[in-house]
């Protein structure tokens, strides 16, 4: 049974970005639990706009929030979708961006994670990347959105071939939940 110190509540729907964000901040003996609370989203061309425009609409909170806007950047394609990711995989997920990329060899994109802390009037922005490349087909069963079509530096296989650990060592989400956690042990904010 794993003893935790601390707990942060993570405003999202997404069910594999709270076990990404568990997996990670148990490290540092950190809880994390799904709140109620909603993120509200603009658009933006910047994540990390999304995130401090989130955060601000949070209000003062006696708990510690988390939120997370993440995307994936494909060069060819000048870094889109970018910041609208979440819009694009709804509407023509990785088959779609697998035709977009058709007999095309420059295949080269990033996933950015952009995590935000908000606690009381305290508002922190912790940023990860993932370099790696768009493969030419789908494969693997897990994770989620563009995971099955989405190779990282130095692997051959996509994140969807991986088991949640292994991605976290490499990806966007993992590097920037890292990070808040360093940060949270430096400073015991919570
Ligand atoms: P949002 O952060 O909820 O706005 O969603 C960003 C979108 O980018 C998601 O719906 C996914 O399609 C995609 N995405 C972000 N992070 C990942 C990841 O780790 N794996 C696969 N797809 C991701």
Redesign the pocket.
Known sequence: MQHFDKKIFFA???S??IL?AQHVLSNFKILVDKTEIKKV?IQSDT?EE?VLYALKKIGKTLYPIVI?????FIEKLNGF?G?Y??Y???KIGCIGILKLLENENERRAK?V?IVGFRRDRLIKIFRGE?NGKISYKMTGTH?????PI?IPENEERT??EMSLEE?CLW???GKAFKALGNWIKLYKYI
Do not use: M, Q, W
């Open positions: 999202t729907n997404n594999n970005k990404e989203e994540l999304i997370e806007d993440s995307g994936l979708p910041p990711s979440s694009v995989y709804k996933f994670s993932c994770g989620f959105g563009f995971d989405f994140f969807a991605k990806s966007h989400r």
